[in-house]
């Protein structure tokens, strides 16, 4: 058996720790020889291959970043996409793929094995946790922990000038990541794309921050958005599932909130040092546990199937589970922790 390993999309702390996870059992226990390739769907498109046996996974386990490379490529929008990628996974000989993704790879993976017979076994992965059929994904461990020690660390200079900091952290479409750093570092507004905010409220909650002598700390995801976001938010572009992005909304919440109150505001925006750098162990736990059970589901021809994480225990469901819909904070979970907003 000869499997193919690929990681696409937004690199993300853990993803080495998979392609070890896999190639260590799948040569030592079952014999398999391995291939990687380069740059997610890129590679098996163009046939960009590199090895990939028990030598080159040593030493990777607490690498961020990804051995393979990654992008966003989508073969399913090119002309022939399939068929190159059918051409060339048999040109290689590669009996199973197996496809380390968030959304949108993931995507690709559960179409090219249900419309086109592609031997797929899908490993869920995003920094956003926004992937639904696993309770975590790796990399959002690693990607919290960093925005918490940043969150900590902003609240002693916002004391020191007694201003407001306002935080931006990744999440797009899903607030996991603010909410989660956000309790854990004791902001004291947390703003997450789910639920549109009223600058109002917010303002009167840094109001009554103050009057308790005490500096705000203000979390934002990057997808949160004003009541009236698209009339005041620059360079909105719609994405593939149809929602609107824009950039640059914890600048504009910072001036609006010295506007507003009169108190001098200051934006820290965390972006992709939230995905770099040395995977946590819960990550590393995770993502090795995925790459184990990623080599059985292909040993038992279990094709079609993603690896995900149900309570403490890793089983399988279909790719396509996964990719129907995101993830994203329930509204009670997120009035939970409004007790402590102001
Ligand atoms: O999906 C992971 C993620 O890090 C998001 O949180 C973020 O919005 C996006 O990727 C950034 O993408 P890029 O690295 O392509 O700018």
New binding site residues.
Partial sequence: MRVGVLTG??DCPGLNAVIRGAVRKGVQEYGYEFIGYRDGWRGPLEGDTLPLAIPNVRGILPRGGTILGSS?TNPLKSRDGVRRIKDNLAKAEVDALIVIG?EDTLGVAAELHGSYGVNCVGVPK???NDLSATDYTFGFDTAVSIATEAIDRLHTTAESHMRVLVVEV???HAGWIALHSGLAGGANVILIPEQRFDIDQVCSWVTSRFQASYAPIVVIA?GAMPKDGEAVLKDGTKDSFGHVRLSGVGEWLAKEIEARTGKEARTTVLG?VQ?GGTPTAFDRWLATRFGLHAIDAVREGDFGAMVSLRGTDVVRVPIAEATARLKTVDPGLYREVGVFFG
């Fill in positions: 999309g937004g966003r968030g995003t920094i956003d990744m999440g797009r990057e992709h995905r």
